[in-house]
């Protein structure tokens, strides 16, 4: 029949916020998949698949408005996404016709709310587990290494944020993700780079962190961090699942 949507279709909503990009699976009404690495990796990928930093997939939570599962585009997990919550948050709110929500992660449970600016999350409290003069170490459920200064060699084991230039209030910082990459924005990135400043300089204010992508501001303090930024739907569709990515390089 024209126009019928094939059984092996995957719906999916595709978002960003400040150029960080998601492909957002809804498990909370229908089964999903297997989520494995090689379907992380065919999914995400630009060329044969969708294309996004991270894979979000939700599921039922007795806790919140729903869980929230994140998936790297190298196929690992993550602990933390800012943005991305800042996006399922939204993508929940519109489905319920609500103002707010609540999305659980592995160690946490986050509440979020439409705000002046767009989406505001409570991200929770941020830890530090090192800190020298050359750049500071926060754990916000996922890890961070907030660089003061480039470096010839940064780690691979954590995400790391460059502090590229800071006028007043307002930072400006470069990204790489761990699993990721170079990414365009990164949102627990934006609070830990935060933390950051606010450890160095022993005084918390709101931030507006800028990054390739734009802004977001951050305020609160280490225990109760905030979020604060625009989010956008970019476009929704089906999937067709097919073949793992390793299988479709090796048929080319």
Same mark, same amino acid.
């Given at each position: 029949?024209?126009?019928?949507?094939?059984?092996?279709?995957?719906?999916?909503?595709?978002?960003?916020?400040?150029?960080?990009?998601?492909?957002?699976?809804?498990?909370?009404?229908?089964?999903?998949?297997?989520?494995?690495?090689?379907?992380?990796?065919?999914?995400?990928?630009?060329?044969?698949?969708?294309?996004?930093?991270?894979?979000?997939?939700?599921?039922?939570?007795?806790?919140?408005?729903?869980?929230?599962?994140?998936?790297?585009?190298?196929?690992?997990?993550?602990?933390?996404?800012?943005?991305?919550?800042?996006?399922?948050?939204?993508?929940?709110?519109?489905?319920?016709?609500?103002?707010?929500?609540?999305?659980?992660?592995?160690?946490?449970?986050?509440?979020?709310?439409?705000?002046?600016?767009?989406?505001?999350?409570?991200?929770?409290?941020?830890?530090?587990?090192?800190?020298?003069?050359?750049?500071?170490?926060?754990?916000?459920?996922?890890?961070?290494? +907030?660089?003061?200064?480039?470096?010839? #060699?940064?780690?691979?084991?954590?995400? =790391? !944020?460059?502090?590229? &230039?800071? @006028?007043?209030?307002?930072?400006?910082?470069?990204?790489?993700?761990?699993?990721?990459?170079?990414?365009?924005?990164?949102?627990?990135?934006?609070?830990?780079?935060? +933390?950051?400043?606010?450890?160095?300089? #022993?005084?918390?204010?709101?931030?507006? =962190? !800028?990054?390739?992508? &734009?802004? @977001?501001?951050?305020?609160?303090?280490?225990?109760?961090?905030?979020?604060?930024?625009?989010?956008?739907?970019?476009?929704?569709?089906?999937?067709?699942?097919?073949?793992?990515?390793?299988?479709?390089?090796?048929?080319?």
């Amino acid at each position: 029949m024209s126009g019928a949507v094939p059984q092996t279709a995957l719906p999916f909503t595709k978002m960003e916020a400040q150029g960080n990009d998601f492909v957002i699976l809804d498990g909370l009404d229908r089964p999903l998949p297997s989520i494995d690495e090689a379907f992380v990796r065919t999914i995400t990928e630009r060329r044969y698949g969708i294309g996004c930093d991270q894979l979000l997939i939700l599921t039922p939570s007795d806790q919140a408005d729903a869980q929230m599962a994140i998936y790297n585009n190298d196929g690992s997990e993550a602990g933390n996404c800012g943005n991305g919550l800042r996006c399922v948050a939204d993508l929940l709110m519109r489905k319920s016709d609500r103002n707010e929500a609540s999305i659980a992660l592995r160690d946490r449970i986050v509440h979020a709310e439409r705000s002046e600016n767009g989406i505001r999350v409570e991200m929770g409290s941020a830890t530090i587990s090192h800190a020298c003069a050359s750049h500071i170490e926060v754990e916000i459920g996922n890890p961070h290494s +907030v660089f003061f200064e480039a470096v010839d #060699q940064f780690p691979h084991d954590r995400n =790391i !944020e460059i502090i590229t &230039g800071q @006028v007043a209030d307002h930072i400006y910082i470069d990204i790489i993700e761990r699993g990721a990459g170079r990414t365009r924005a990164c949102g627990s990135g934006a609070c830990a780079t935060a +933390v950051a400043i606010w450890h160095a300089e #022993q005084h918390t204010r709101p931030l507006t =962190i !800028e990054m390739p992508g &734009g802004c @977001v501001t951050v305020c609160g303090n280490p225990q109760e961090i905030l979020l604060d930024g625009v989010v956008h739907q970019t476009f929704s569709g089906h999937y067709t699942i097919r073949k793992p990515l390793q299988k479709l390089q090796q048929s080319t």
